[in-house]
Structure formats: C-alpha cells, structure tokens
C-alpha cells in the first residue's frame, strides 16, 4: 500500500475545545524566550480541518520507508497461549529507527521553509535526537541536540549515530546555556531541562526550536501509523478492538490510537502504557504548567507530575518527560482513552519474550507497549473473549543493550517507587492557576 497523502486531525471531530495555551508569568514580565514556529505548524495547530495534505516534499522523503509493515505477531501468541489476535505496526525500519522521522521530516520541511539555518532540540533517549538529526541532514539544515546526560551516558552510539549524521550533542545540564547552569554537573538530567536548554539556544540568529512529541501538530504528523494500520488491518479483515501504545509526551500513542477514533470506525479501547517512574496520567494532576525548566513557554492545560519533577533512574529515556501532550490529556480527562502504568521489570519480561518470539528487540520504550498488550491478551482469555489486539513498536532497541544487559544480569530487580510526598513536592511548584478566558 501506499502511504497517506494527508494527516487526520483529531480535533476536526471532538465536540470540546482544548483549553487555551497562556502567556507564563516570564512573558508579563518582559523576558521571554521564542521559539519562531512557523506560522505553517501554527495552523495546523490551531486547524479543524479534518485532512491536512501532505506537502509533496514530506510525501516523497516518506516513501522511502513508508507505508511500514504491519505484522501479526503469531509466535508471541503461541507463547502466550492466548486467544486473541496480536498485531504490531513496526516504526523501527527507518533512518531514525523510530517513529519520531514522521515529524522530523514534516518540522524540517516547513522550518527550512520558514527561513531556519539550525534547529535546535532536546531528546531523552536519542530517538527524537537522531530523527532530526536525519531530517536536518535531508534538507541541509544544522543541528543541536541536548540529550538527558543519564541516557546520553547509557546509550553512547546513539550521540555516534547523531554526530556522523552532522549534529552537534551536547549532555544536559550542560554549562552552555544559563538553563543547565542552574544545575550541578552531578545532576542526571530531566527532558524538561535539555528542553529549556535547546529554547535557549534560539538566542543564535537562525536558529529555531523544534518540539518532538507533545505539540499538537507533532501528534498530526503521527497519524500516518494509524491510518496505515487502519488500511492493512482491514486487509486482514480485522478492526481493531484494542490499541496500545507507549506515552512519554503523546506522539506516539496519538499517532496510533486517533484515526481509530474517528466517527463510524468505533468502538475501539485506546490504552496508554506510562512507566511507573513517570506516572503522568495515571497520578499526575491536570492543570495548567509550564512545559519545561525554563519556564518562559506558554502554559498548557495537561495532566502533569511539574515541570519540576525529577524521575528516578530508569531505562526508557524516551518517557521520562513530566507531562501529557493537551489533546491527549483532555481526551484522558473526559475517558475517551485510557492509561495504565506498568514496572520496568515486568516491562523487560515482556520485551524479552517478544524478542524470543518475534525476532524483534523492543526499545525499552516501545517495550510497554508489548507489555500492556501482553496483559490485554490476558485478560481477554480470563474473561473468554479474542479480540485483535494493536499495539506499536514505534523503535528497535539496537542501542539499548546496556539496558537489555542489566535486565539479564538481575539488576533490573527492584521496582521503582514514586511516592506521594515525591509528586507533591513537584506540584507544589505549579504556576498559580488562572482561569483562561
């Protein structure tokens, strides 16, 4: 099959408005950072058009990986023994090796349209980091990226990987930027601070900020893995009764799980898999926050642990970010989808197990996906039913043998507790809470 030729917008069929973004105290006050999106990305945010083409560009970079495959994952249900019916969309078979490329390439596009020299951006994992890395290399564009020091450290080809495709990496907190001096050199890092760090950076003339995951318009350009699934599902003769995906911010999961929810393709459950180190929805508060350390963007209404929380160590870099994207967070609010939040060990059970099985190996992100669809097959079979079950592998875990390696050797034995006094702490440095007009 070909791939889609325009993006579904969600927000064409919800029957809420989604809170309004608000200017942070730093803007009142005269000091602000701005990023310069592209009034293009603007309009997509703001857009209740149902279908946003496709720039003919953006279409033709896609087709060198796109439409991706879509496989039954027979062997793991034979392991499992279940009666349902599992089947991932597999976003690993690209340059990135995630599915993070599908806004890359569409950011780059409209960011070098818009007059850009250098992008700017902060990656957890390394996934968003080498996806712009690649789009900047296709469009000629330089690149700096700040990556969360304690995955940088655990996963060193992915800053090789980033520096041979041209990009400059810099760990975060780093002294480069006022953002990174506020922390010490011990600190492990946070998403939100290697994000105030890359808005910083737009100091330099031509230099933009590009957002990977929780902006409204990165989550449009994700929805070409669902409706591709969608489209090779029905091939199958298959809907699906069940999607799952991993939350860190929300592009992947919307990506997914939206064009499933569109009017007449129904019913469909919607799951989203957190880690239980970064608990966003599932013991977050939805309120308004600032959406990193620098706290000079606008607020946004989401579900959030604050901007000031500090997950403990774990594996899944790609997730530890302390919010929810707003659109998933008010679909959330009002139980149109769902979320749950699982162990990193039982995570890595899971993985394994599907690698065994699939010949596959899971980023540790993408490997909560395997897991919650490893516990919705469960519960199918203990309640008789046999649904199909889609779940995302939205990348390969090549680079995340140090993690895989822990797993094996037993240290990944411990579950990682948040405690209540642990987000409240962070809470209680929320923005007063105005009420938007």
Not at 194 to 217: D, H, I, N, Q, V
Request: include cysteine; proline fraction near 7%; charged fraction near 20%.
């Amino acid at each position: 099959m070909k791939a889609p030729e325009a993006w579904y917008n969600i927000l064409a069929d919800l029957d809420f408005d989604l809170p309004p973004d608000l200017p942070p105290p730093a803007y009142r006050d005269g000091a602000r950072l701005d990023p310069q999106v592209p009034l293009s990305l603007i309009r997509q945010e703001m857009s209740r058009k149902r279908w946003i083409p496709i720039p003919a560009e953006v279409g033709r970079r896609y087709a060198r990986w796109r439409a991706t495959p879509l496989r039954r994952a027979t062997e793991l249900e034979a392991a499992l023994g279940t009666r349902a019916r599992l089947y991932y969309k597999y976003e690993g078979d690209n340059p990135s090796g995630s599915h993070k490329l599908n806004t890359a390439i569409a950011q780059a596009h409209y960011y070098k349209a818009a007059g850009a020299k250098r992008l700017a951006v902060a990656t957890g994992a390394g996934q968003w980091g080498t996806a712009v890395a690649t789009a900047c290399r296709m469009f000629g564009l330089e690149c700096v990226v700040y990556m969360v020091r304690t995955s940088l450290e655990n996963k060193p080809h992915r800053r090789t990987i980033m520096e041979m495709l041209g990009a400059t990496v810099i760990a975060s907190p780093s002294d480069t930027t006022g953002a990174g001096r506020r922390f010490t050199d011990e600190h492990s890092g946070t998403l939100s601070i290697a994000l105030a760090e890359a808005m910083e950076a737009t100091k330099e003339p031509g230099t933009r900020f590009c957002a990977g995951s929780g902006e409204t318009y990165s989550l449009l350009h994700n929805t070409v893995m669902g409706l591709e699934a969608h489209e090779q599902l029905a091939e199958h003769g298959e809907h699906a009764d069940i999607v799952v995906a991993g939350l860190g911010a929300g592009s992947n999961f919307a990506g997914l799980a939206f064009p499933f929810l569109r009017p007449g393709f129904g019913p469909t459950r919607c799951v989203s898999v957190e880690p239980a180190a970064c608990p966003k929805l599932t013991r977050g508060r939805y309120a308004y926050d600032f959406t990193d350390s620098s706290e000079q963007n606008p607020l946004q209404k989401m579900y959030t642990l604050g901007s000031r929380f500090v997950p403990p160590s774990m594996h899944a870099g790609g997730l530890r970010y302390h919010a929810t994207a707003k659109i998933v967070s008010a679909m959330y609010d009002r139980g149109l989808v769902e979320a749950v939040a699982y162990q990193q060990r039982e995570v890595f059970e899971s993985a394994v197990l599907f690698a065994r099985a699939e010949g596959v190996v899971p980023a540790p992100e993408s490997a909560h996906a395997v897991h919650g669809a490893v516990v919705e097959a469960a519960k199918a079979d203990r309640d008789g039913r046999s649904p199909a079950i889609l779940f995302s592998l939205s990348g390969h875990g090549l680079f995340d043998m140090a993690a895989y390696r822990s797993y094996l050797d037993g240290r990944v034995d411990v579950d990682i507790e948040v405690t209540e006094e642990d987000i409240a702490r962070s809470l209680a440095h929320l923005p007063a809470q105005p009420e938007p007009v």
